[in-house]
């Protein structure tokens, strides 16, 4: 079935329905990016927190603040706020994540004018001693900085229906994610209702996504080579839509947007709340090639050897940001290791569009290779 | 006669200071001591990615010799080995986008020692790896990398930037003539779990140090060194400072050699030696009114990375009356701390504060802050491709120089260690255009 989805969420904000409806009920909207920002203190504090994830519409009014030599990724959603494309959102919240993202942040204050900015600055090396705490300092600034956006206090007990509203989503993801190892769903579908989950009022979300999966009424993928797709943010289902139209399926993917949303729960068994969402978000996004946590490399290898065992995987594609560096980074040994358990795999460098003609024809081929 | 690489006309760098020549013998010096050091095991070698939380004052007081990776790449690069490593490297896969200082590096250590030119730059492969993010995110992740090909004791320091939140700019009073300070980091108060996040870090460091190296730290040593690191770092800045005269006495063929002892010898006497030098040259040549060029027309500011491989533009620049009389890039590496201080309290200071830890508009400042004091006439950016500090960090800059001040800047595409993307005419072409903008303006202003 077609679930259309993308009739009823948008990447950009502007062009977002689930964001056009929620402010003309008088609600506020707070844009992330990206993973690592804790939506659950947002949404607590009655905000509605949606996933920056770029587009694909031509660069051009960035270029005059923000250099060329940086992934479309973060030059496109400058080019969509100067645009007016962020107008909907009241503020936006960059985490450290990159170099990309902090340099964004950095011209973003200056030049996109939006009541709300924040820049939460999260470790990179989560096992780190002092790291836990640290994150969770600047939560709680977070905290009272929120407080004082929305005019009321962000209480323990909103906190924590915001974190199990939290853990349905995940729950979401994560059967969106056994229906599509198990074939039962395509590639595109899973990372369809993800990315609706992402980019819509969470609690809209959880209902609507739990109602489908309930109902069950998705088309299998066609027989095909099954593909594990790697890499940074993709805007849109471009890249499942090119690999289902050459006959494969991804069935398995590592992108933040997506798999790696159907991540385990919070576990809510300790008392202090922000100590629990800074040790969750410090351990859980130990695989974005960003983090420099001591083993990151093994547990991103290891989640991707256990994806393709579970998927039978027959192929990994790799689909790496131009300038990218963390990505590209790990790109060697990362495609060395699977190389060496006899795994086939295909870098693509993505930009603007995945639909020119020498990705297609190397995903064709790749693809081809595989059946 | 300057040196040319036959493919890519590049050209070393003419030094003006007699200091600044020897530093090249130093270097070989140390080169010695750490091969010594790895034939009879009498010392540990650490590779260190991303200064500042990894400070050089530790290990000097635990007797373990510091190498940095960016130095090591800036020498392989002056001395024309460069493109030959980060081939090595890409074709291991590794994109042509990355930084080039770590693929120079790698590609050395992946089949660059076998090479006859590397003799007397030869430096012995690691026995401990040091990461930290202090300059960019890239830093530990390269070092995670090498990790994974070397697999010796490897340690990470987390660090917070400083956050946008704690500067003065977010007040009403926002002006960077009263705020920003140059070359002695960020004077702003910063919030104690920042400070105490460091610390823990840099304690972090030391008994990881211990434990590799099976000694206990000496902490009158580190004293000694804190303090010595000090002292050289007040004598860099009065050089700094010397070269705000009218004519600059010293330019940046001369001042970025002189980055090598504060990034390698912190905390050593060699360093405050080396300074020293330096520094009675230079006002030498002020006390006697001489300038680094015969006839200094247009005073520049340089901000990013140097082409390593390239210094002899500096030379084709004073061929064109054109002096750079100061440069971000130096700021990095030394800073005044107070003696009487806990010496943990004085490192996590350092490392928070310098400037690349800093917000962006915080960085912007510094360079603005520098416009009236040096007589500036202009900008040049070299714009290290494949760096995102520096790449990222221009287009920003030069929307606040152009607001605050109409100073054009120029900004070129010239990557640090990588000479192949390297247009030399072109290069040249938009130097001569800049520089003669400069002289219409200047002509506009004396009417």
Same mark, same amino acid.
């Given at each position: ?235 849109? !289902? /471009?890249?499942?839509? =090119?690999?289902?139209? *050459?006959?494969?399926?991804? +069935? ?5 947007? %997506? ?69 590209? !980074? /790990?790109?060697?040994? =990362?495609?060395?290791? *699977?190389?060496?358990?006899? +795994? ?5 460098? %993505? ?21 | ?447």
């Amino acid at each position: 079935m077609s679930l259309n989805l993308q009739t009823e969420y948008h990447p950009d904000p502007s062009k977002n329905p689930a964001l056009a409806d929620w402010k003309r009920n008088g609600g506020r909207a707070i844009g992330c990016l990206c993973a690592m920002v804790p939506v659950e203190i947002i949404n607590a504090a009655g905000l509605f927190p949606l996933r920056l994830v770029g587009n694909r519409e031509t660069v051009e009014r960035s270029r005059e603040y923000f250099s060329n030599y940086s992934c479309y990724f973060v030059q496109s959603i400058l080019e969509s706020a100067l645009n007016g494309g962020c107008d909907l959102l009241d503020g936006v919240v960059f985490s450290y994540t990159c170099d990309c993202i902090r340099f964004l942040s950095a011209i973003w204050e200056k030049v996109v004018d939006l009541p709300y900015f924040y820049f939460l600055n999260n470790p990179h090396c989560g096992n780190a001693e002092g790291a836990e705490t640290f994150f969770m300092e600047e939560m709680k600034n977070f905290v009272n900085s929120l407080e004082e956006l929305s005019g009321g206090e962000i209480s323990d007990e909103s906190l924590l229906d915001s974190i199990q509203l939290y853990n349905r989503l995940r729950s979401c993801y994560q059967r969106i994610d056994e229906l599509r190892i198990g074939a039962k769903i395509s590639g595109s579908q899973a990372a369809e209702l993800t990315l609706y989950g992402l980019m819509s009022p969470p609690s809209i979300a959880v209902e609507r996504l739990t109602r489908i999966i309930s109902e069950g009424d998705f088309t299998p993928p066609a027989e095909g080579p099954r593909v594990m797709a790697l890499g940074g943010v993709h805007p849109d !289902l /471009d890249i499942f839509h =090119l690999v289902e139209s *050459l006959g494969g399926n991804i +069935i398995a993917d590592d992108f933040c947007m %997506v798999g790696r949303c159907a991540e385990d729960e919070i576990d809510i068994t300790e008392d202090d709340l922000l100590f629990i969402l800074s040790r969750f978000y410090l351990n859980q996004r130990t695989q974005c090639p960003c983090m420099t946590t001591e083993g990151r490399f093994q547990r991103r290898l290891d989640y991707i050897m256990k994806k393709i065992k579970l998927g039978s995987v027959d192929g990994v594609v790799f689909t790496i940001q131009r300038y990218c560096d963390p990505h590209q !980074l /790990d790109y060697p040994d =990362l495609s060395a290791a *699977l190389a060496d358990r006899g +795994i086939p795999t295909l870098l693509v460098e %993505v930009e603007q569009s995945i639909y020119s003609e020498p990705i297609k024809n190397r995903l064709e081929a790749f693809v081809e290779m595989l059946s | 006669m300057a040196e040319q690489n036959s493919k890519h006309k590049t050209m070393r760098g003419k030094k003006g200071l007699q200091s600044t020549k020897k530093i090249f013998s130093y270097i070989k010096d140390y080169l010695q001591e750490m091969l010594k050091a790895k034939r009879d095991g009498s010392k540990l070698i650490a590779w260190i990615g991303g200064p500042q939380t990894i400070p050089v004052e530790i290990l000097h007081a635990m007797d373990i010799l510091p190498q940095q990776i960016d130095s090591m790449a800036a020498v392989f690069a002056a001395k024309q080995l460069s493109e030959r490593f980060i081939q090595i490297t890409e074709s291991k896969g590794y994109h042509h986008d990355l930084c080039t200082y770590y693929k120079t590096v790698y590609g050395y250590v992946l089949g660059g020692q076998d090479i006859p030119e590397v003799e007397g730059i030869n430096w012995p492969e690691p026995d401990i790896l040091l990461g930290s993010r202090s300059v960019c995110v890239l830093h530990p992740l390269g070092i995670r990398m090498l990790q994974r090909h070397f697999n010796v004791p490897t340690f990470i320091a987390d660090d917070p930037l400083i956050h946008p939140r704690m500067d003065v700019h977010n007040e009403k009073d926002r002006w960077y003539k009263e705020h920003s300070t140059v070359g002695v980091g960020y004077k702003h108060p910063i919030k104690e779990y920042y400070l105490e996040y460091v610390k823990v870090q840099i304690r972090r460091l030391i008994a990881f140090l211990e434990d590799v190296s099976g000694k206990k730290l000496d902490w009158g040593r580190l004293r000694e060194t804190v303090a010595l690191s000090s002292k050289a770092a007040e004598l860099f800045l009065e050089i700094q400072d010397l070269r705000r005269n009218v004519p600059c006495p010293v330019g940046a063929q001369d001042i970025m050699p002189l980055i090598g002892p504060g990034f390698y010898w912190a905390g050593l006497e060699m360093e405050v030696e080396i300074y020293q030098r330096a520094r009675d040259e230079v006002r030498e040549k002020v006390e006697k009114g001489e300038g680094a060029i015969p006839n200094e027309r247009f005073r520049l500011f340089f901000e990013g990375i140097p082409p390593w491989y390239n210094l002899g533009l500096f030379t084709y620049l004073a061929d064109r009356d054109a002096v750079s009389v100061a440069e971000t890039y130096p700021f990095e590496f030394v800073h005044v701390m107070d003696p009487d201080r806990d010496p943990i309290d004085n490192l996590a200071d350092k490392a928070l504060r310098y400037m690349y830890n800093t917000s962006v508009q915080e960085r912007s400042d510094l360079t603005l802050n520098q416009v009236e004091p040096y007589h500036l006439d202009g900008v040049i950016v070299w714009n290290s491709i494949c760096c995102k500090i520096f790449t990222l960090f221009s287009p920003f800059m030069r929307y606040d120089l152009e607001k605050e001040f109409g100073i054009p800047t120029l900004i070129l595409d010239a990557d640090q260690a990588d000479p192949r993307e390297y247009n030399d005419a072109m290069v040249k072409n938009r130097i001569d255009a800049y520089l003669e903008m400069l002289d219409k303006r200047k002509q506009q202003k004396a009417v």
